[in-house]
């Protein structure tokens, strides 16, 4: 039926046709009909085209716009028309990915995840200050038996502990482990940061020596582990917010003395052919985003209260201009030879979309599968022109494999 009724106004009926409509289903309409340029855009670069008939064009708009922007099958309507045969590949992987979304955060709750659903409590090691054998053994001590990280993703129980799989440096333990306290914390050995955020420094691998820069720094936990990573190198941390520079200066004095240069400076600001943006190696950008893919709140994870889940078309269109021209800014860096784009979002119009615009306009570079991360089961959706190949390339995180939601692309300049 909401098909039906989209497809009258489409043709030229008036909206206030909706007025028998269901309040759900005309939000549902409504919402889509705002939001129908860039949905049309959104199907065109997933290879599905304006179908000639009227209805079936309307069933299109309505399942791109709950895959891009919704929480889940929510509606009646849409979820028949999942089930209907003219539901495409395309869109039928977009809502695969926006069905599992939704039970991971039904399982784990938005605010606060009961005990058993919780994500796991994860703690990296500053190995500038530390060692992860130091820091495995300190637990020991402490009373954690430490276990061989298991194969599928789970948080350990009560006691247990393990080093995470493909960050060598994290440590998981159980939820509800506190750490706040602990010596080690205190004295920046040990760092407490979400596993989905510790992936993107290693995906990312600065050469040892090289200068890298953290495009959008603040709070610091991955710009310290940027530094621990580039071992002798020299990372340049930007953060153009007055009092965000200063947390981001104190976090990687206390983290990485002597290894990072705070600039209270917008990274567009920075000029690539400037004598020192020339050295430039690597590139990490983790640009502000809408947030949504944050499940599990708390210090522990650095994270602000949880956006509105409905975030606005315009808002999300706003964001995605802006990362798309810090991620072009990123690629001219004319000795750059890898850059790294992540975001703490599950909107596709904020990643797969994104990543898609800045290789159609940057010419040089090519996706590449982190060399980390080429067992990671979750990878990117099949948008924007990007072929199959590609999206393996791209690496996705969630809840059901027991971190917040995440998105990272590498990039690498093709040839020598």
């Known amino acids: 039926m909401a098909a039906a009724r989209l497809a009258a106004v489409l043709q030229g009926a008036s909206v206030k046709s909706l007025c028998h409509a269901r309040r759900a289903e005309y939000a549902l309409i409504t919402e889509t009909l705002k939001r129908r340029p860039l949905l049309e855009r959104a199907l065109s670069h997933a290879g599905v085209g304006e179908a000639d008939n009227p209805r079936l064009h309307a069933a299109h708009l309505l399942l791109a716009h709950e895959a891009l922007y919704g929480r889940g099958l929510r509606h009646a309507a849409v979820r028949d028309l999942a089930r209907a045969s003219h539901a495409l590949p395309a869109l039928r992987t977009l809502l695969r990915w926006s069905r599992a979304l939704l039970k991971a955060k039904s399982a784990a709750g938005t605010r606060r995840p009961p005990p058993a659903a919780a994500l796991p ?230 990643n797969e979309l994104v990543v898609a615009a800045a290789l159609g306009a940057a010419r040089g570079w090519r996706l590449a599968a982190p060399a980390a991360l080429r067992r990671w089961k979750c990878r990117g959706l099949p948008l924007g022109g990007l072929d199959a190949e590609q999206c393996e390339r791209l690496v996705r995180a969630a809840p059901f494999v027991q971190t917040n939601g995440f998105f990272i692309a590498r990039f690498e300049r093709c040839g020598p």
């Open 121 to 350: 409590r994860y703690a990296r090691v500053n190995t500038l200050r530390s060692s992860v054998d130091g820091a495995c053994a300190a637990l020991v001590r402490e009373g954690y038996t430490l276990l061989a990280a298991p194969a599928s993703p789970s948080a350990p129980g009560p006691g247990e502990a393990w080093v995470d799989r493909e960050v060598p440096s994290l440590l998981v333990l159980p939820p509800r482990a506190e750490l706040h306290g602990h010596a080690m914390v205190r004295r920046a050995a040990l760092v407490l940061q979400e596993k989905a955020s510790a992936m993107a420094p290693v995906a990312l691998a600065p050469a040892a020596g090289g200068l890298v820069v953290d495009a959008c720094a603040a709070p610091g936990n991955k710009t310290s582990q940027l530094a621990a990573l580039a071992a002798e190198g020299r990372v340049v941390a930007c953060e153009r917010d007055g009092a965000r520079a200063a947390t981001l200066r104190r976090r990687v004095e206390e983290a990485a003395e002597g290894r990072v240069s705070v600039r209270c400076v917008d990274f567009l600001q920075l000029d690539p052919q400037s004598e020192e943006m020339r050295g430039v190696e690597s590139v990490l950008l983790d640009p502000s985003c809408s947030g949504s893919g944050i499940v599990e709140r708390g210090a522990a994870h650095g994270a602000a209260e949880h956006p509105s889940p409905s975030d606005g078309a315009a808002r999300l269109s706003a964001l995605a201009a802006m990362q798309l021209r810090l991620l072009r800014h990123a690629l001219s860096f004319p000795a750059a030879r890898a850059v790294v784009y992540s975001t703490c979002s599950v909107h596709p119009i904020e």
